[in-house]
């Protein structure tokens, strides 16, 4: 009684991933395809529920999406021309990676400035408090 | 030294300010609202079978000559059938709307269109998205302007309504032949 028990509750609990890895399926000729389809799906964003890639969306576009994915690497496409037809088609905007231009600069050089404005900061605080510290020990 | 010490001191609340700025900026955009990557580019390559007309094939000749709206829309949509009496009376007015039946079942399409009206000069069939795809349709309803070349000129994602034909469509139908259309719809 309790080994079924047991059973079931296992049973109970790879329920979900079972329902989710029967969603869709993918064939490929060989590993190098398919870590290139789990890539590419990881990279390209879904268009319907925003903040989701491709792959953790159950969205029906993005369904239609990994179809898409799939079929031109199974073409022989490479990651570039598969990328490429979908910011064709879709904008920047289903791009995770984008590309560097004028419009998403501040994306790319934000956290550098950022970072070095904030190292400048410090030193001069640095500094201050130095010289501060000279100056009290010329008073004293 | 301290005069100096003063100016900094504002430092952070600038810093603050202006990231307020930068943030509020983005606040109440619709970020569904995407611009086509496609705008100013041909329609693609149409060659679809006809809902209405059995055996008829829809390419891209019947958007020539004319300025068209090309509708994205499903029986399974729900802001379809809110948008629907508003694209009756567009079509009314004689404006040319084709309507793209976007993965959909054709018998709950007919039935659909015989029951509320049919705005539509032609309605070509995508049943399995992949024109869709192509266009970068990403939901329903999506509706575009075609220009009388045949190029895309706006994408505008959701509900058509008279006030998105007026603010975002009118101003772009620049052709003399779209003036008689202007003067209506006001």
């Known amino acids: 009684?309790?080994?079924?028990?047991?059973?079931?509750?296992?049973?109970?609990?790879?329920?979900?991933?079972?329902?989710?890895?029967?969603?869709?399926?993918?064939?490929?000729?060989?590993?190098?395809?398919?870590?290139?389809?789990?890539?590419?799906?990881?990279?390209?964003?879904?268009?319907?529920c925003q903040n989701q890639s491709i792959s953790d969306s159950d969205a029906d576009i993005a369904q239609d999406m990994r179809a898409q994915v799939a079929t031109m690497i199974r073409e022989g496409r490479s990651n570039d021309e598969i990328v490429?037809?979908?910011?064709?088609?879709?904008?920047?905007?289903?791009?995770?990676?984008?590309?560097?231009?004028?419009?998403?600069?501040?994306?790319?050089?934000?956290?550098?400035?950022?970072?070095?404005?904030?190292?400048?900061?410090?030193?001069?605080?640095?500094?201050?408090?130095?010289?501060?510290a000279e100056s009290k020990g010329e008073d004293a | 030294m301290l005069p100096?010490?003063?100016?900094?001191?504002?430092?952070?609340?600038?810093?603050?300010?202006?990231?307020?700025?930068?943030?509020?900026?983005?606040?109440?955009?619709?970020?569904?609202?995407?611009?086509?990557?496609?705008?100013?580019?041909?329609?693609?390559q149409m060659q679809l079978p006809s809902l209405l007309r059995k055996g008829n094939v829809v390419d891209n000749r019947?958007?020539?000559?004319?300025?068209?709206?090309?509708?994205v829309w499903a029986t399974w949509c729900p802001t379809c059938h809110i948008e629907h009496p508003y694209l009756l009376k567009l079509a009314q007015r004689g404006v040319a709307i084709v309507g793209l039946d976007y993965k959909d079942e054709d018998a709950a399409a007919k039935n659909y269109l015989a029951n509320l009206g049919n705005p539509y000069v032609e309605v070509p069939v995508d049943a399995s998205g992949a024109y869709g795809l192509n266009l970068g349709v990403y939901g329903a309803p999506e509706t575009y302007l075609v220009s009388p070349q045949g190029d895309i000129v706006l994408r505008h994602v959701g509900e058509m309504n008279e006030r998105v034909w007026q603010a975002k469509f009118l101003p772009l139908m620049k052709e003399p032949s779209d003036i008689k259309l202007q003067v209506e719809a006001q």
């Open chain 1, 84 to 132: 490429g037809y979908f910011t064709e088609r879709y904008g920047d905007f289903v791009n995770y990676k984008p590309p560097v231009n004028a419009q998403t600069m501040i994306l790319w050089a934000g956290p550098v400035l950022v970072f070095v404005i904030g190292f400048v900061l410090v030193l001069v605080q640095i500094r201050r408090a130095k010289m501060l």
């Open chain 2, 4 to 44: 100096r010490k003063g100016v900094w001191v504002f430092l952070p609340l600038i810093g603050f300010i202006a990231l307020a700025i930068l943030l509020a900026s983005g606040l109440g955009k619709n970020t569904e609202d995407l611009p086509t990557a496609l705008a100013g580019k041909p329609l693609p």
């Open chain 1, 1 to 48: 009684m309790r080994a079924v028990g047991k059973t079931l509750m296992l049973l109970l609990i790879l329920l979900p991933s079972l329902a989710f890895s029967a969603i869709d399926v993918y064939q490929f000729d060989s590993v190098e395809h398919e870590q290139r389809f789990r890539g590419l799906i990881e990279q390209l964003r879904c268009p319907k």
């Open chain 2, 62 to 71: 019947l958007f020539e000559g004319r300025w068209t709206l090309l509708n």
